[in-house]
Every structure is written in structure tokens, then in C-alpha cells.
């Protein structure tokens, strides 16, 4: 599919107001209508100081919106910007700085990630965090650039662009701290809720959502969260996960708001064995 021209633009004869007859609606004063294409021009100068800086701004925005805020973007004049920038032939230009731009923001995700490799909690939680900010913040951007996505990257180079941002986050990201960041969630899983519950869950659905394969390099930690990961249950398998299970309560029962507040236990609340 090529990429669309001016005409592509919705038709909006339909505005002309009752009573107008055939001939002023024929008029060339209609193509000067707000918002029509057909008249404007796009320099190479307008879209350097003009359309891609409005453009960054409001990626980086959204690539620096803390997970859960909330940031004013008229998405309309955003849309709009790339609108114009696709039908006027600078796809392949605003693609380009779109990537560009992003790939160098993972790229400094990774050395902050790098800044805290020595301290086990605060990596595992910073990776958390900037993973979720940052596939939150796709949620926005791949939205505002919806019509390139369309008419340049599915169309002519056959690919999605969300799952090519996406896949910039992998590559200069994650690939580069999973063997690290997964190490370090094992040694803390020895030590219950050593890793905040909820911090635990989204930061393995997201490495899941990510990349699959990640689940390859420890099948036993993504089954926790992720269903049928580990193959289906064979019935030689059942005294491993006894032993599992014993060592589970073991562990609960050092925690002190697990261990029961009074030794005196009515023979029916003993606990329950799994043999």
C-alpha cells in the first residue's frame, strides 16, 4: 500500500452548510477549508524545527511519566503532526527519528540499570520500575503515531510498530541485565518476601510479555506467576512437589506474623500434611 496522499483525509463536503447549491460546493475555496492538506506545504526545514520537536516533546513526556500519573498531551495535535508528516512523504524520516530517538533512551535505561549492580534490592526494583514506566508509556506513544504505523511501517516494511519499540527495549535492555537480574531474584527467593509480592508479579509478567524465552533460563521462578510454563505434571513428580511444599511451610513458620500467637492448639487445628 502506498503511503497515502493529501486526499486520504476525511472529505468534509458533508460540512457545507443547507441550501449551498452544486457550484460552491464545486469552488477551490473549499480546499482551503481548516484542517484540509491539499494546499499545505512541508519543507524538510518545517519538519527539523517544527513538527519533530513537538513531536519529541511529547515522547519524551510520556518515556519520563512516573507509572500511574497522568500528563495533559493534546493527542489530537500530536496525531495531527504525524498526519501531515506521513502524507507529505516523510515517513521514512519521521520512522527513523522515532527509533533513533528511542533506542537512545534504552540505552541510558541500561547504564542507570548499570549504577545499581552492586546493591540486590534496589536493582531488581529499579529494573521493575523502568520497565513498567516504559511499556506504559508505549501505551501513549504508539497511539499518537498510529497513521505511520498504518501507512509506512505495516504496510511497506512489514512490521508492527509496537513490537518494534518494544523490541528495543529487549535488545539494549533487558537482554543486557537478564542473566544478572534474574540471579539476583533466585538468591532472594530463599528469603520470603525479600522482593515485595507485588513488585515480584509484574516484573515476571513483564519479562514474560517481553520475551518468552526468558522463562527458559529459569522455568521454576516464571511458573509462579505464569500459567502452564513448566510442562504438564507427571505423577514421578508428585514427591518433589511434597518436599517443596514442606520446605515452603518451614519457611513461613520463621516468619513472626505467621507463627500462631498461642502454643495451645486444639488437636484439629494442627497443621495439615500433605502425605
Not at 529494573?127 to 501513549?140: E, I, K, R, T, V
Amino acid at each position: 500500500m502506498d503511503e497515502p496522499m493529501e486526499s486520504a483525509e476525511p472529505d468534509a463536503a458533508n460540512n457545507v452548510e443547507e441550501g449551498s447549491n452544486d457550484n460552491e460546493k464545486r469552488q477551490p475555496a473549499q480546499l482551503l477549508r481548516p484542517g484540509s492538506m491539499v494546499m499545505m506545504t512541508l519543507t524538510m526545514e518545517d519538519y527539523v524545527s517544527k513538527y519533530w520537536p513537538k513531536l519529541q516533546g511529547a515522547i519524551d513526556q510520556l518515556l519520563n511519566m512516573k507509572p500511574g500519573a497522568y500528563i495533559p498531551i493534546s493527542y489530537e495535535q500530536m496525531y495531527s503532526c504525524v498526519y501531515k508528516c506521513v502524507c507529505k512523504q516523510f515517513s521514512e524520516r519521521l520512522y527513523g527519528d522515532l527509533i533513533d530517538h528511542i533506542t537512545r533512551h534504552v540505552q541510558t535505561l541500561s547504564e542507570q540499570l548499570q549504577t545499581h549492580v552492586n546493591d540486590a534490592k534496589e536493582f531488581v526494583e529499579c529494573f521493575s520500575y523502568l520497565m513498567h514506566q516504559y511499556l506504559q508509556a508505549l501505551g501513549g506513544i504508539v497511539p499518537i503515531f498510529n497513521y505511520l504505523n498504518r501507512f509506512y511501517v505495516q504496510s511497506k516494511l512489514k512490521k508492527d510498530l509496537n513490537d518494534e519499540l518494544r523490541s528495543l527495549f529487549r535488545v539494549h535492555t533487558a537482554d543486557k541485565h537478564i542473566a544478572h537480574l534474574l540471579s539476583l531474584i533466585d538468591q532472594a527467593s530463599t528469603t520470603p518476601f525479600a522482593i515485595p509480592p507485588p513488585t515480584m508479579a509484574s516484573l515476571i509478567k513483564n519479562l514474560y510479555s517481553l520475551n518468552p524465552d526468558y522463562a527458559l533460563a529459569n522455568t521454576e521462578l516464571f511458573a509462579r506467576f505464569i500459567p502452564n510454563v513448566l510442562p504438564p505434571t507427571n505423577i514421578s513428580d508428585l514427591s518433589q512437589y511434597i518436599e517443596e511444599t514442606h520446605h515452603l511451610q518451614q519457611q513461613l513458620r520463621r516468619l513472626p506474623e505467621y507463627r500462631p500467637e498461642s502454643s495451645h492448639k486444639r488437636s484439629f487445628e494442627d497443621d495439615i500434611s500433605v502425605n
